[in-house]
């Protein structure tokens, strides 16, 4: 019997899972927009999960990452739930050993992991600003008609990128207007957009860091060959994008669920792809029993609370 290790992470924008196997070999993974209604998105994730399953597979771990994953992990059944700095640097280090440098950028926000000899020495996010993050580039393709998947090739066939501002969003789409206004090609304002959001990647989420090759770039907007070559260029170093570059995150929970079970050797807690179909719901109330106003988010499972979180005393903890 085969064993295998299921990694969920649930992000604002996309949930992601990964199937891994014993040998660490990523067997199948799936990359699904949230649409701000995570439990559908983990449940979507599940049933993807279930039909890549070899047959003489068993899952002896599951594991939790993202900024919903403590709901995930109460859905599923995770045995271990993690960060995503953790998450994305035990992936990082698993594709590309020795790796030193970890960019990572999705769709709300961006994140720098400084790893040395394997280990976590420093980092840093960026969650006030859109800029530079795969929603932003979303709307921009969107305004601009050209599919997002399409944006990187766009970017490597201008001749002269336009220089615009990167550091707001609101500033950014008002210089690419004018831009426009002025009659700049549409791959000359991709790439001056591109660079635009690289700069404001390196000034502020990498300000006082050092990046030290070899460096990864992980996250959905991993996948713009336009961002990636303005990294290049401005950081004087190459930049590996990783295969399975939108799901490291799940990868690494599963790779975390592996040592887990490695380690405890007590059984997985998963509920089964079964949990797939159940009907899970999400409530919020405001508390009022004391001066801290709690808002409470209750979950429940076929009409009955399984748990709840949000208190600062510990009062509606199940």
Known sequence: MERVYLGIDVGSVSTNGALLADDGAVIADTYIRTRGQPIPAIQETLRGMAGALPADATVWGVGCTGSARQLASLIVGADIVKNEITAHAIAACHILPGVQTVLEIGGQDSKLIILRDGAVVDFAMNTVCAAGTGSFLDQQAFRLGIPIEQFGSYALRSGHPCRIAGRCTVFAESDMIHRQQLGHTPEDIIAGLCEALVRNYLNN??????????????????????????????????????????????????????????????????????????????????????????????????????????????????
């Open 205 to 318: 989420v990498a300000r006082g860091k050092e990046i030290r090759p070899p460096v990864i770039f992980q996250g959905g907007v991993a996948a713009n060959d336009g961002i990636r070559s303005a990294f290049e260029r401005s950081l004087g170093m190459p930049i590996t994008v990783p295969h399975n570059y939108a799901v490291m995150g799940a990868i690494g929970a599963a790779l975390l669920a592996q040592f887990n079970a490695g380690r405890n050797g007590t059984g997985t807690k998963f509920h089964g792809f079964r949990a797939a179909d159940v009907r899970f719901r999400s409530s919020s109330r405001d508390c009022g029993g004391c001066s801290n106003a709690c808002e409470i988010i209750e979950i429940s499972q076929d009409g009955k609370i399984i748990a709840c979180w949000g208190d600062k005393c510990g009062k509606y903890q199940l």
